[in-house]
DNA sequence: ATAGTTAGCGTATTTTATACGTTAACTTTG
DNA sequence: CAAAGTTAACGTATAAAATACGCTAACTAT
């Protein structure tokens, strides 16, 4: 069911920027999109997961909802982090027609609630199947995009670091079990910068939510590394202690 | 202008929690209100400074704009720190009726951004008096609200202390010239907590924001302290260079 | 067998946080 | 007017956290 059959709140919208995480690389999830250029012609771009609330729907189930119809994707971590309400962020002519083409409605202004999640791309690959319109494209090779959806990854991005150094959140992007050193491949990546390697085990090691799994890799040209699993109830437990006092 | 006399945007509003602190004690900024309670009878209760959007105005605009209509206030720190979405948010009969009867249009349900502010009531008390309905009700003592004021308010409270403890943010309460120790006690009035003076004091002059004046205090029962302030620039700048890498 | 690689442990040094002692400078009180 | 009470402002000693870097272990590729 598409948004133009149910009774929308055309004033309101959410979208999701979906990072993932393979082969060494980050990267968001966008939807292939068809529309008319400036000469009328059709042509395709890309933008972010998203759509207009329906007239009683919840902001977060309205991210979750349009996700799983745009992706197949179901039951994610999903975190509303910024919401955008400059009268001119949909500016382009192209864009108000495509949304008032695809609404049946004239559209005016929409103030948008932007959500942010992770996923683990090799996971939920297999539910990828459903709907092939959506695609990972490297964080680095992100084109210009519909609305001001470019500006909207930029500050989901730096949403994504400020959280990374203070919750353990980077587990949600790896599978299950993985090693120290995949996990610290990935805060570099997100952070964009080198981690000294005895030093980042420690720190990561201190926090004991961690749990070494018996299992080591096999096949590598190297001394082959535990594999670890994040144990979340701990990580929740010790939370609750923690009441945050830095004075 | 009252909004019902403009076009309004009534899926959207703007509210604000506008800190102030005074006698050692936290309060907030509330609007008196008057509402026809269930039997129909006239009454008065609080809200906080808010307002439909109009149609093409920015939300940060907006907030401004409210609080100066409300309470005479102008060029005022404010930060969006919340966007609530709840379809049911505004539940209460008698609020319902209360927005329908001063917009006169009929309102379904409302997503507003929650702005908040920090001001020294002592600075700015000449101006109040352009708008009596606003008064400074002490945090510990806020009775029941309009909608989910509450809330609203215990969420900026959550905001405001996460803040305090990354952004000097405290200056703003603060009138221009301060000693180190009422720095303190607004610290620890707002994080409720007792702080240790001299460890303290070491914290805070580390940063080197604070700028001693020549003049100290006088007529106090004790040792007096010189006076200091705030430098907004040197902050800024220090804030540049210090890009937040913990790792 | 040797070279190349990353894993995983350890140590030494610096920085930051915490706890608390002490004198200085004012007013109030008796 | 001396003594008591108060907070300012500085200092020191100790504990905890962050950082830099050395080293051996265990694997594969050549």
Redesign the interface.
């Known amino acids: 069911m598409l948004a133009s059959e149910r009774t929308i ?1 055309p ?2 919208s959410v979208d999701c920027v979906v990072f993932g995480f393979s082969t060494n690389q980050l990267k968001v999830l966008l939807i292939e999109r068809e529309f008319r250029d400036e000469s009328g012609k059709l042509a395709r771009d890309h933008k972010l997961p998203g759509d207009f ?1 329906t ?6 189930l309205a991210a979750s909802r349009t996700l799983e119809e745009l992706t197949g994707l179901r039951q994610i971590f999903l975190k ?1 982090f910024a ?1 955008l ?3 001119n962020r949909i500016w382009r002519t192209t864009d108000i027609e495509w949304l008032n083409s695809t609404t049946g409605l004239e559209i ?2 929409v ?1 948008t ?1 932007a959500y942010f999640s992770l996923i683990n791309i090799t996971e939920s690959k297999s539910e990828f199947a459903i709907n092939n319109n959506a695609s990972w494209i490297n964080l680095k090779e992100v084109p210009e995009l519909a609305f001001d959806h470019k500006q909207i990854i930029e500050r989901g991005l730096t949403h994504l670091r400020k959280e990374l ?1 203070h919750e353990p959140i980077g587990f949600e992007l790896l599978p299950d079990k993985f090693t120290i050193r995949e996990l610290q491949s990935l ?1 570099e990546i997100i ?1 964009d ?1 080198d ?1 000294d390697n005895r030093n ?1 085990r420690k ?1 990561i090691l201190k926090s004991n939510y961690l749990i070494q799994l018996d299992e080591k890799q096999i096949g590598v040209a190297h001394k082959p590394a535990y594999y670890y699993r994040f144990d979340k109830d701990i990580y929740e437990n010790q939370k609750k202690e923690y009441l945050g ?3």
Not at 55 to 60: C, F, S, T
């Open positions: 709140n004033h309101i609330i007239i009683n729907e919840d902001l977060d509303q919401f309400g400059e009268p005016h202004r103030v609630a150094r805060y952070l910068c981690l980042f720190k006092f830095n004075f």
